[in-house]
């Protein structure tokens, strides 16, 4: 979130880095997301201040919360309101109300809208109209004052007439988030919009007899009118985790990753599997490492498609490595002043970790800073 746009007050908050603050840091942001809403979607500066009450309750809050919050698409202020998208009378009241806003995908990018040097992705009913005739939409939720919130796909044929519209940028959902271009909110409700796209966008027939299914409930099922099947939007888990040995922490590189880039090791959960056994499952295919105890750190939706990275720490039972080749270009034990060194771009071989908005990011992080509340029982006795 940029500061410029949002400064506030930590009253009472435990420190610069306290959980305290990080509380402060997402109430902040979703007062700014509101106060966008309301000034119909015009940037401008606000002033947030903390109220003590607040501050003090969200200062107990459980850690894993602030956590989750902290990581690129983990806020997301909406209210969902699930119990209303059968209703196609209120759904289609929103749909036509005036503070209603729209997130705009064409085929599977975002369209932004620049204002000088900075960027809105909320359109009105009115901007959405002049850019050609959605394929469908799909009802978000609402805003803490009730305005609507929908994700429009456009064609993808239409994406370079878009491209040509004064003030418009079609940008990949990636380059937003590492950009920073939007507030974290809006990036979290801009995951949210491209998954649910996504999903339809590869699921237009019945998986279980083949006709093509209908869209229903607001866009959050589909139904198969020939066999009666319903399906569901899909969310793949994926277990990401740092093996941890003493002041060392195992990452891995694959050959896509950036030149110099390692970060943590990671794989989807099979059917029938714990967490905490796909955690030592992955380490071990991966790197050979046998792991035991396993710790919960935090959790984040990943809209590349959908899936929900959860983050873990596991110690490590032995430290021998044998790549999968097939999977990994290399794996190694880096120390926690290399760690430390990577996250600061200081390393001396220019080896660097994950940007801040991806959930590795920030189990490295909470391993250089030697976190013992996040590592939990992948450190201690």
Same mark, same amino acid.
């Given at each position: ?145 009730? !305005? ?7 064609? !993808? ?54 006709? !093509? ?169």
């Amino acid at each position: 979130m940029p500061k410029q746009y949002i400064p506030y007050e930590q009253d009472g908050a435990r420190g610069a880095g306290g959980r305290g603050a990080q509380a402060s840091r997402y109430w902040a942001s979703v007062l700014w997301c509101r106060a966008v809403r309301r000034r119909s979607c015009r940037f401008f500066p606000v002033r947030v201040s903390i109220l003590d009450p607040i501050e003090s309750a969200l200062a107990q809050a459980p850690s894993v919360f602030d956590r989750s919050a902290a990581v690129g698409f983990g806020l997301n202020p909406l209210d969902r309101l699930s119990q209303r998208r059968d209703d196609d009378a209120f759904v289609d009241a929103k749909r036509q109300d005036a503070s209603t806003r729209f997130m705009v995908l064409v085929g599977d990018v975002p369209v932004l809208m620049r204002h000088g040097d900075r960027y809105d992705v909320l359109f009105s009913r009115t901007a959405l109209a002049s850019l050609g005739t959605p394929v469908r939409d799909i009802f978000l939720g609402v805003d803490a004052e009730g !305005a609507a919130l929908f994700a429009v796909s456009l064609d !993808a044929a239409l994406a370079e007439r878009v491209a040509q519209q004064p003030n418009l940028e079609p940008v990949d959902l990636r380059s937003i988030a590492t950009r920073g271009l939007v507030p974290e909110p809006i990036l979290g409700e801009l995951g949210g919009a491209k998954a649910m796209l996504d999903w339809h966008a590869r699921h237009r027939f019945c998986a279980n007899c083949g006709s !093509a299914s209908r869209v229903t409930a607001a866009g959050w099922r589909r139904e198969c009118d020939a066999c009666g099947a319903q399906h569901f939007p899909r969310v793949d888990p994926v277990v990401i985790m740092l093996a941890i040995d003493g002041d060392r922490c195992l990452l891995g590189r694959q050959a896509r990753f950036a030149p110099g880039m390692y970060s943590a090791l990671a794989g989807f959960l099979e059917p029938g599997e714990t967490i905490e056994d796909a955690v030592r499952r992955e380490v071990h295919e991966e790197a050979g490492v046998h792991c035991t105890h396993v710790a919960y750190f935090a959790s984040q939706p990943w809209p590349f498609p959908s899936s929900l990275m959860i983050g873990c720490f596991a110690r490590a039972g032995d430290t021998e490595i044998t790549v999968d080749t097939t999977e990994l270009e290399d794996a190694r034990w880096f120390t926690r002043d290399e760690v430390r060194a990577m996250l600061d771009g200081t390393h001396a071989k220019g080896l660097s970790a994950p940007k801040p908005f991806a959930i590795a990011h920030h189990l490295l992080k909470a391993f250089a800073d030697n976190d013992t509340a996040s590592l939990g029982a992948a450190v201690s006795a």
